[in-house]
């Protein structure tokens, strides 16, 4: 069984960009989104994922995720997944021990933008640099199941 651990945070400025290891351009699409999971495609470059979410709100849920046939992730984005589709640009930060993710949406949610962390167990320490905002990790319209549904450009308070 896999679990995912994290925190998820807004950005309060730029100052991360001069810290990027590497960036990838994702697009991923859900096929499915309810009260007790997610299932989503993602392609990353020549890559390409399914991925199963418990929809548990917090800091830990499960997670499964399989690598698929990039082809197969292509027709099912196109021909399957609910509309719009979560595009961002993911930037790696290194940071000690950790890695911050940092999001950088395009499409109908651009302007947001969030950094996340991966930890090993629950209650990890981890360094919050001083470009961090607010944690957002409770707060579902964060999730990108709920961004696909609820996009960052139709809220009224961004």
């Known amino acids: 069984m896999a679990t995912e651990i994290e925190h998820k945070f807004l950005v309060a400025n730029d100052d991360w960009r001069a810290l990027v290891s590497h960036s990838a351009i994702f697009k991923q699409g859900y096929l499915n989104?309810?009260?007790t999971s997610s299932v989503r495609v993602r392609i990353a470059g020549e890559q390409a994922w399914l991925n199963i979410k418990s929809a548990t709100i917090g800091t830990h849920r499960l997670e499964f995720e399989y690598e698929i046939p990039l082809a197969?992730?292509?027709?099912?984005i196109a021909s399957l997944c609910h509309k719009p589709l979560i595009e961002k640009t993911r930037h790696f930060v290194n940071d000690g021990q950790h890695v911050w993710e940092i999001d950088v949406f395009a499409g109908e949610n651009q302007g947001l933008i969030v950094a996340e962390v991966e930890l090993s167990e629950i209650g990890e320490?981890?360094?919050?640099?001083s470009w961090l905002g607010a944690e957002v990790t409770h707060d579902v319209r964060y999730y990108n199941n709920n961004l696909s549904r609820h996009p960052f450009s139709s809220w009224k308070d961004n």
């Open 72 to 76: 197969d992730a292509e027709q099912i």
């Open 33 to 35: 989104s309810d009260e």
């Open 125 to 129: 320490a981890f360094n919050k640099p």
